[in-house]
T-cell receptor, first 113, second 115 residues
């Protein structure tokens, strides 16, 4: 069984500040990890994915995430927040014999001017 | 645009009624997934179909059912609706191989309101 815990349901940063959204996973098999973003009234869009090729994964819109097996973490970062980054972010894990994604509860990112 | 089409965008109905949500996956994708998103439960996996066959089941109520047709579109049927069924229902599709590392591509969802 797999699970994802996102620490902080709401994160608020100033424009230009570092964005750090935390995700810890639990998986009995080597995991595949994903970050998705959801803008208001829209579906989820893939930001980036980890599939064991490299521990540091670069995604769209300047986001990146680092897979740390020893910490079972896959935190999402962006060096400098932009107003357009305001959205809800979901971490997700898959693996094993079925292909479904298990999502965290999401972190709402607010960017203040 | 993800290429996944969901209809209708909004649905308002009364308790006890039955509704059907429709999803057309991205061209070439054989896997279809249904998720329910609500404020209290977050994103909950309901069910997955792969090339017409049920592949995985999640937290889907017995009042709910789904199917995937030969043309690969899928329908989610919700019956005996209750107020608590009000939520956003997302459909997603993934690559033909249905592999674990294939990302899901989501539609924009159907917002169901039960009154």
């Amino acid at each position: 069984a797999q699970s994802v815990t996102q620490l902080g349901s709401h994160v608020s940063v100033s424009e230009g500040a570092l964005v750090l959204l935390r995700c810890n996973y639990s998986s009995s098999v080597p995991p595949y990890l994903f970050w998705y973003v959801q803008y208001p009234n829209q579906g989820l869009q893939l930001l980036l994915k980890y599939t064991s090729a490299a521990t540091l994964v670069k995604g769209i819109n300047g986001f990146e995430a680092e897979f740390k097996k020893s910490e079972t973490s896959f935190h999402l970062t962006k060096p400098s927040a932009h107003m357009s980054d305001a959205a809800e972010y979901f971490c997700a894990v898959s693996g094993g014999s079925n292909y479904k994604l298990t999502f965290g509860k999401g972190t709402l990112l607010t960017v203040n001017p | 645009d993800s290429g996944v089409t969901q209809t209708p965008k909004h649905l308002i109905t009364a308790t006890g009624q039955r509704v059907t949500l429709r999803c057309s996956p991205r061209s070439g994708d054989l896997s279809v997934y249904w998720y329910q998103q609500s404020l209290d439960q977050g994103l909950q996996f309901l069910i997955q179909y792969y090339n017409g066959e049920e592949r995985a089941k999640g937290n889907i109520l017995e009042r709910f059912s789904a199917q995937q047709f030969p043309d690969l579109h899928s329908e989610l049927n919700l019956s005996s609706l209750e107020l608590g069924d009000s939520a956003l229902y997302f459909c997603a599709s993934s690559a033909r191989s249905g592999q674990n590392n294939s990302p899901l591509h989501f539609g924009n969802g159907t917002r169901l309101t039960v009154t």
